[in-house]
């Protein structure tokens, strides 16, 4: 991994530096950008590097601004109104698709686990009927060995970006950067089948997540025409392969993954808005509450088809359903109090399980460089570790006596159920194999059932939140896909009983409810969500009267969570390196220029309109530069006598020069083009290529002597801001629009002078990069 992006070097304070501390006493926000700034300590740092999947990664960023060069116009001006009805009928047509297949391989994978977890919990049973303890303690913790295994080895052998939940990667692509093989096919196949593997190993892990993921690969896959190698060509899909479109249907991708997940379809469309998208708009607002509505309707048609008894051990519980509407919800004064208290618990703990996660996270990220067995070893040594837990604490518990007023039968051997028998005489129940000898969803309906106040003793509750604490932080990080969202309500649930059970006649509150507000209040003290939390809770437990209190639960704990540390998502992010640029500029951005940025830079080449091809392919083959601006000098001012003007013609893209090489655009003289000839060559969809690299391309020593003119292929309209504009600001502008490039002009106009003084991108305006060359800015913490 990057060592640039996980430490801060320590760097000597300069005598700037206390001189700086010394006329400082004030607010470090109010520093004038006319005051003389320090000297930098050395140059911008850029390194695109970050930890994608098993390797570390060159990371490039996507190309989000539409580039309106010459072709582009032209295309713009001659499409028909029925070309762009059928452009706009495609996207909804990819939504539908998107919706669809999401809503399908959800039911698929939950389909697969319920059956597969099922019959392996009946087995356990007969098992202990029978009294052969040791014997189902072999076969539990064989067959759980073996289901990670699968999962394991698809994931460090075929696809190892399938591991973990895929949410930050999706995250940071939606930001603008391109994490490579995100969203392959490859991918796909082994995030369904791992999540499937996983999951019904009874691992303390979700399949929410890796649905997230999923939904961001079949709307990636879509879009493109499929597989890198096997793409469909046609035309009127290749309207879709460009960064900006791919963007917005992989936001719907990732909005169905989390409809898919809760059955919460409102809920997956907040969910994108708020956690995962960076830009939107409300065109894709539409397009994803469509997709998220397909999603829904494909679910619930299943769900009616294994009402019926057609889906094996499926059961009638649906699609993780926790249905608490038959609790009648009444408030009082006192009990706002265990409310606030659920809240700041649930903050605290969930800053705690961050910072916890993030050393455990590092850890792993050592063993997992020593190689692929090393991987293998730490998954299944956690699924062996898992697997001894589940099967042996039930043993610590005491058998209850069943209660003839319970509504549902007591004891059961069922695979689901309230009132597990166990290893317990007929008439008793085991409360701790209720909540662990069962799969995670039933062990969330279980824990999160109303009217079940004397059902879980108190001991039986501190197990299982002590264990799934444990295990919520070792399993999430080994090579299988992975969600944060179940182990989180697990742990969550689990404290949220516990308080209430010690809250005692105190509040009227049922316990079931006390479950819901506490795994709220986790999730949101890890993740930082707000809205689309309360509306997938919402959507989750059916009850519209739990809405007042949820909300202030989730605000409380977010609140005191942001106290702590970031969003978990935030804390992966930073590990992996990825480039992700935050909304909110850091204070002391305002005290720096871009100008000033640019001077801690390499100059920035620049290419004329009509180029000489030698100069191109050098220019090409020795920078890594990914847009290089178009000057030229002596053009003359339509409307003015003066002659030789600089010009700033605009910005032209490396792949685009690429193209130009390799279809052999050459002049044999020094001129400028017709429209016609550049038609014949070239056409829009060819230019959102981004496969060609510069070493595939051969140029002969004659046609290094050619010209050609770039003019047609520049985006003559980039985004541009003054040298004396701050970095907060333009962080701001870049983040909003989605931009790659930003030119820097000088605020002064002459002669001699350059009209572009740099180019500003992704890397150089993260905070850590920019503190590496100015170490002085950032004010010292006080010990």
Same mark, same amino acid.
């Given at each position: 991994?990057?060592? #640039?992006?996980?430490?801060?070097?320590?760097?000597?304070?300069? *005598?700037? +530096?206390?001189?700086?501390?010394? !006329? &400082? /006493? $004030?607010?470090?926000?109010?520093?004038?950008?006319?005051?003389?700034?320090?000297?930098?300590?050395?140059?911008?740092?850029?390194?695109?590097?970050?930890?994608?999947?098993?390797?570390?990664?060159?990371?490039?960023?996507?190309?989000?601004?539409?580039?309106?060069?010459?072709?582009?116009?032209?295309?713009?001006?001659?499409?028909?109104?029925?070309?762009?009805?059928?452009?706009?009928?495609?996207?909804?047509?990819?939504?539908?698709?998107?919706?669809?297949?999401?809503?399908?391989?959800?039911?698929?994978? #939950?389909?697969?686990?319920?059956?597969?977890?099922?019959?392996? *919990?009946? +087995?356990?049973?007969?098992?202990? !009927? &029978? /009294? $052969?303890?040791?014997?189902?303690?072999?076969?539990?913790?064989?067959?759980?060995?073996?289901?990670?295994?699968?999962?394991?080895?698809?994931?460090?052998?075929?696809?190892?970006?399938?591991?973990?939940?895929?949410?930050?990667?999706?995250?940071?692509?939606?930001?603008?950067?391109?994490?490579?093989?995100?969203?392959?096919?490859?991918?796909?196949?082994?995030?369904?089948?791992?999540?499937?593997?996983?999951?019904?190993?009874?691992?303390?892990?979700?399949?929410?997540?890796?649905?997230?993921?999923?939904?961001?690969?079949?709307?990636?896959?879509?879009?493109?025409?499929?597989?890198?190698?096997?793409?469909?060509?046609?035309?009127?899909? $290749?309207?879709?392969?460009?960064?900006?479109?791919?963007?917005?249907?992989?936001?719907?991708?990732?909005?169905?993954?989390?409809?898919?997940?809760?059955?919460?379809?409102?809920?997956?469309?907040?969910?994108?808005?708020?956690?995962?998208?960076?830009?939107?708009?409300?065109?894709?607002?539409?397009?994803?509450?469509?997709?998220?509505?397909?999603?829904?309707?494909?679910?619930?048609?299943?769900?009616?088809?294994?009402?019926?008894?057609?889906?094996?051990?499926?059961?009638?519980?649906?699609?993780?359903?926790?249905?608490?509407?038959?609790?009648?919800?009444?408030?009082?004064?006192?009990?706002?109090?265990?409310?606030?208290?659920?809240?700041?618990?649930?903050?605290?703990?969930?800053?705690?399980?961050?910072?916890?996660?993030?050393?455990?996270?590092?850890?792993?990220?050592?063993?997992?460089?020593?190689?692929?067995?090393?991987?293998?070893?730490?998954?299944?040594?956690?699924?062996?570790?898992?697997?001894?837990?589940?099967?042996?604490?039930?043993?610590?518990?005491?058998?209850?006596?069943?209660?003839?007023?319970?509504?549902?039968?007591?004891?059961?051997?069922?695979?689901?159920?309230?009132?597990?028998?166990?290893?317990?005489?007929?008439?008793?129940?085991?409360?701790?194999?209720?909540?662990?000898?069962?799969?995670?969803?039933?062990?969330?309906?279980?824990?999160?059932?109303?009217?079940?106040?004397?059902?879980?003793?108190?001991?039986?509750?501190?197990?299982?939140?002590?264990?799934?604490?444990?295990?919520?932080?070792?399993?999430?990080?080994?090579?299988?896909?992975?969600?944060?969202?179940?182990?989180?309500?697990?742990?969550?649930?689990?404290?949220?009983?516990?308080?209430?059970?010690?809250?005692?006649?105190?509040?009227?509150?049922?316990?079931?409810?006390?479950?819901?507000?506490?795994?709220?209040?986790?999730?949101?003290?890890?993740?930082?969500?707000?809205?689309?939390?309360?509306?997938?809770?919402?959507?989750?437990?059916?009850?519209?009267?739990?809405?007042?209190?949820?909300?202030?639960?989730?605000?409380?704990?977010?609140?005191?969570?942001?106290?702590?540390?970031?969003?978990?998502?935030?804390?992966?992010?930073?590990?992996?390196?990825?480039?992700?640029?935050?909304?909110?500029?850091?204070?002391?951005?305002?005290?720096?220029?871009?100008?000033?940025?640019?001077?801690?830079?390499?100059?920035?080449?620049?290419?004329?309109?009509?180029?000489?091809?030698?100069?191109?392919?050098?220019?090409?083959?020795?920078?890594?530069?990914?847009?290089?601006?178009?000057?030229?000098?002596?053009?003359?001012?339509?409307?003015?006598?003066?002659?030789?003007?600089?010009?700033?013609?605009?910005?032209?893209?490396?792949?685009?020069?690429?193209?130009?090489?390799?279809?052999?655009?050459?002049?044999?003289?020094?001129?400028?083009?017709?429209?016609?000839?550049?038609?014949?060559?070239?056409?829009?969809?060819?230019?959102?290529?981004?496969?060609?690299?510069?070493?595939?391309?051969?140029?002969?020593?004659?046609?290094?002597?050619?010209?050609?003119?770039?003019?047609?292929?520049?985006?003559?309209?980039?985004?541009?801001?003054?040298?004396?504009?701050?970095?907060?600001?333009?962080?701001?502008?870049?983040?909003?629009?989605?931009?790659?490039?930003?030119?820097?002009?000088?605020?002064?106009?002459?002669?001699?002078?350059?009209?572009?003084?740099?180019?500003?991108?992704?890397?150089?305006?993260?905070?850590?990069?920019?503190?590496?060359?100015?170490?002085?800015?950032?004010?010292?913490?006080?010990?």
């Amino acid at each position: 991994e990057d060592s #640039n992006h996980l430490a801060n070097p320590e760097t000597p304070h300069s *005598l700037e +530096a206390e001189t700086y501390e010394e !006329e &400082e /006493g $004030r607010d470090p926000e109010s520093n004038s950008l006319r005051q003389p700034l320090l000297k930098r300590n050395r140059t911008l740092s850029s390194t695109p590097l970050a930890l994608v999947g098993a390797k570390v990664s060159h990371i490039e960023s996507l190309d989000y601004e539409i580039n309106e060069n010459d072709l582009f116009k032209h295309d713009w001006r001659r499409r028909s109104k029925a070309q762009v009805l059928q452009y706009i009928f495609l996207k909804w047509s990819l939504a539908f698709l998107v919706g669809l297949l999401t809503g399908l391989i959800a039911t698929l994978i #939950n389909l697969a686990i319920e059956n597969i977890a099922g019959y392996k *919990l009946l +087995a356990i049973v007969g098992f202990i !009927e &029978e /009294g $052969r303890y040791i014997s189902g303690l072999i076969f539990f913790t064989g067959i759980n060995f073996f289901l990670t295994l699968i999962a394991a080895v698809l994931c460090v052998c075929f696809a190892p970006t399938a591991a973990g939940p895929g949410i930050p990667e999706i995250k940071a692509y939606l930001n603008g950067v391109d994490t490579p093989n995100m969203f392959g096919a490859t991918t796909l196949l082994v995030k369904i089948v791992g999540s499937i593997g996983a999951v019904s190993a009874g691992l303390d892990l979700g399949k929410e997540g890796p649905l997230v993921h999923i939904g961001s690969c079949i709307a990636s896959l879509l879009a493109q025409g499929g597989p890198d190698n096997y793409r469909i060509k046609w035309r009127w899909l $290749r309207y879709f392969n460009n960064d900006r479109d791919r963007r917005d249907i992989i936001t719907c991708g990732s909005s169905s993954g989390v409809c898919a997940a809760f059955r919460a379809p409102v809920g997956g469309v907040l969910f994108a808005l708020e956690e995962v998208a960076t830009w939107w708009r409300s065109a894709l607002l539409w397009r994803t509450f469509f997709s998220t509505a397909v999603v829904v309707v494909v679910l619930r048609a299943f769900i009616e088809i294994c009402n019926s008894g057609k889906c094996g051990l499926f059961g009638t519980g649906g699609l993780i359903m926790f249905d608490v509407s038959d609790v009648k919800v009444s408030y009082q004064a006192m009990d706002v109090i265990p409310i606030i208290i659920i809240g700041i618990i649930g903050g605290l703990l969930g800053s705690l399980y961050n910072h916890v996660l993030h050393k455990v996270l590092r850890v792993y990220n050592l063993i997992n460089h020593k190689g692929k067995m090393h991987k293998l070893i730490l998954a299944l040594g956690v699924s062996l570790f898992t697997s001894v837990c589940q099967y042996c604490l039930p043993f610590l518990a005491q058998c209850r006596a069943c209660d003839p007023s319970f509504p549902e039968t007591c004891p059961t051997n069922d695979r689901s159920g309230n009132f597990k028998q166990f290893n317990c005489p007929d008439g008793y129940y085991n409360d701790l194999a209720t909540l662990l000898l069962t799969t995670n969803d039933d062990a969330v309906r279980n824990i999160f059932s109303t009217n079940t106040t004397n059902e879980f003793h108190v001991n039986s509750i501190l197990i299982f939140f002590a264990l799934y604490c444990i295990l919520g932080l070792i399993t999430f990080g080994i090579a299988v896909p992975s969600g944060l969202f179940l182990p989180i309500i697990l742990m969550g649930s689990g404290y949220g009983r516990l308080l209430s059970m010690a809250m005692g006649s105190y509040t009227n509150l049922d316990e079931g409810l006390f479950a819901v507000l506490g795994a709220a209040s986790l999730m949101a003290g890890s993740m930082r969500m707000t809205v689309s939390l309360c509306v997938i809770f919402l959507e989750l437990t059916n009850n519209l009267l739990l809405l007042p209190i949820t909300m202030i639960v989730l605000l409380i704990a977010k609140t005191v969570g942001d106290c702590f540390n970031p969003s978990i998502y935030e804390i992966i992010l930073e590990l992996k390196g990825l480039p992700f640029l935050d909304a909110n500029p850091e204070p002391w951005m305002r005290n720096l220029t871009v100008g000033e940025l640019a001077d801690v830079k390499p100059p920035v080449v620049t290419l004329c309109g009509v180029e000489k091809v030698s100069r191109i392919v050098d220019v090409l083959r020795n920078t890594t530069h990914n847009a290089f601006p178009i000057v030229d000098q002596g053009v003359p001012v339509p409307g003015m006598v003066a002659t030789g003007a600089t010009e700033l013609h605009g910005l032209i893209l490396r792949a685009h020069l690429v193209q130009a090489l390799k279809k052999k655009w050459f002049l044999p003289e020094k001129r400028r083009t017709e429209e016609w000839e550049v038609r014949e060559k070239f056409n829009w969809v060819e230019l959102a290529e981004r496969e060609l690299k510069i070493e595939q391309v051969a140029v002969t020593r004659d046609e290094m002597e050619m010209y050609v003119d770039l003019h047609p292929l520049t985006n003559t309209t980039p985004f541009t801001v003054v040298e004396s504009l701050s970095v907060a600001k333009a962080l701001v502008l870049f983040r909003q629009v989605g931009l790659r490039h930003l030119l820097i002009v000088p605020k002064y106009q002459g002669a001699g002078v350059a009209p572009v003084v740099g180019i500003l991108t992704r890397q150089d305006l993260r905070a850590y990069n920019i503190l590496s060359a100015f170490p002085h800015l950032e004010r010292p913490k006080l010990s």
